[in-house]
C-alpha cells in the first residue's frame, strides 16, 4: 500500500482528520494537501499553482514504495478561501497563508511544510516525504 489517499472538504475535515490521525503511527509519512477545490462545469482548479503542483506531487508519493497516507483538503471556491476567516486560515494547527500547501504530520503536528510558491518542486517534496 504505497499511497492511500483520503479527501476531505471544510465540512467533513474533522471526521476525516480524526481518521487521518488515528491511523498515522502505522505510515511511513503522513501528508496534507490543502488545495482548491475544481470548478465543476470545468474540472479545473481555479488555483494555477496547484494545477502545477498536484501531478509532480502525486508522481512523487505514487513512486514511493513506503506506506505514504496523503489527505487532501479541498478548502472551497475562491470566494470561500479569500475569506479571512477561512477554517484553515485560522486553525493555530495549520496557519494556511496559500494554496497549495503540503504538511508533513507527525507526532500530532507539523513537522515541514512546502508553500505554495515551493509545493511543485520535486526534490522539496522527496525530502518533505523523507523527513528531512
Sequence with gaps: ????????????????????????????????LFLADKDPSTSLSWCPDCVRAEPVIYKKLEATADDVVLLRA????????????????????????????????????IRGRLADHEAHIENKISALVAGN
Design 1 to 32: 500500500m504505497p499511497l492511500k489517499l483520503l479527501d476531505a472538504t471544510v465540512s467533513s475535515f474533522d471526521s476525516v482528520f480524526e481518521k487521518f490521525r488515528s491511523e498515522a503511527p502505522q505510515n511511513k509519512a503522513n501528508l496534507i
Design 74 to 109: 479541498f478548502v472551497g471556491d475562491r470566494p470561500t478561501w479569500r475569506n479571512p476567516q477561512h477554517p484553515w486560515r485560522v486553525d493555530s494547527r495549520f496557519k494556511l497563508t496559500g494554496v497549495p500547501t503540503l504538511v508533513r504530520w507527525e507526532n500530532d503536528t
